[in-house]
């Protein structure tokens, strides 16, 4: 995730700063329901409904990911690229790191899940 993209005339903080929140938000929810499911699938080994459960997170961060890594990059141009004050750009560099922080762990928790068929 180090190519950065153009920055697109008019995209600025308050289009980018949103978008990081709530996206790092979702990820977090999808890493966790990655651990519950590990946690439910050792105790309830043979519930009927782990599979599916296990499918839908794998499906779902695999819809996610792309449309994900070219926000980080659109992101990562607007910070490096667009004009910005200080505190602004000090936001979106933090929520950029939250983001990618969400993303790498949500990352390494759906690869353990399909290890664990």
């Known amino acids: 995730m180090n190519a950065v993209a153009e920055i697109e005339p008019g995209v600025t903080f308050a289009h980018a700063a949103p978008l990081l929140k709530e996206y790092a938000s979702k990820l977090k929810e999808l890493g ?4 519950n499911h590990l946690a439910e699938s ?3 080994f043979a519930a009927p409904n ?5 499918d839908e997170l794998i499906g779902r961060f695999k819809h996610l990911r792309s449309p994900i890594e070219e926000l980080i990059r659109r992101s ?8 910005l004050n200080g505190l602004e750009k000090v936001e979106l560099w933090l929520r950029l790191a939250e983001l990618e922080h969400n993303f790498d762990i949500a990352a ?4 353990l899940i399909k290890l664990k068929k």
């Open 108 to 111: 390494r928790r759906v690869d």
């Open 76 to 83: 990562s141009a607007v910070l490096e690229q667009g004009q």
């Open 50 to 54: 782990t599979g599916m459960i296990r």
């Open 32 to 35: 966790d329901g990655v651990l």
């Open 42 to 44: 050792g105790i309830l």
